[in-house]
């Protein structure tokens, strides 16, 4: 993953994109462990966004909602249960909103992730 003029070597599967629909890296957060998951998305203008899923929500049929959060705003992301028991499966949900301008997030678990 390259930010700024750095490079940073992060294990790469889950699966975050950009505001805007431009160009994104995936990212995990190795350092949460196998109980959870940190999601991360990337755009063209350095605008990012994370919030973290914690394993054990996986299974919450209730759904749960999440804060993603950057440096100058931050946005709620809901997901349903069926959600996180599709995401809890391994397969990636689409969750896209509009609040301030356009987000889509695409969020896979990552293999190495809740096992």
Do not use: W
């Not at 350092?31 to 990337?42: A, E, H, I, K, P």
């Not at 996986?58 to 759904?63: D, I, K, T």
């Not at 809901?78 to 889509?104: C, E, K, R, W, Y």
Request: hydrophobic fraction near 35%; aromatic fraction near 6%; charged fraction near 10%.
């Amino acid at each position: 993953m390259r930010i700024g003029g750095a490079v940073v070597a992060v294990p790469s599967v889950l699966y975050a994109t950009s505001c805007d629909g431009g160009s994104f890296e995936e990212s995990v957060d190795a350092s949460l462990g196998r109980t959870s998951f940190q999601v991360m998305n990337f755009d063209s203008a350095g605008h990012t966004h994370t919030f973290t899923i914690q394993c054990a929500e996986l299974s919450n049929a209730n759904g749960m909602t999440y804060t993603a959060v950057n440096d100058t705003h931050n946005h709620t992301i809901s997901l349903s249960g069926g959600q996180l028991a599709t995401i809890s499966n391994g397969d990636p949900v689409v969750i896209s909103f509009t609040d301030g301008h356009a987000h889509t997030f695409t969020i896979m678990k990552p293999d190495n992730a809740c096992n």
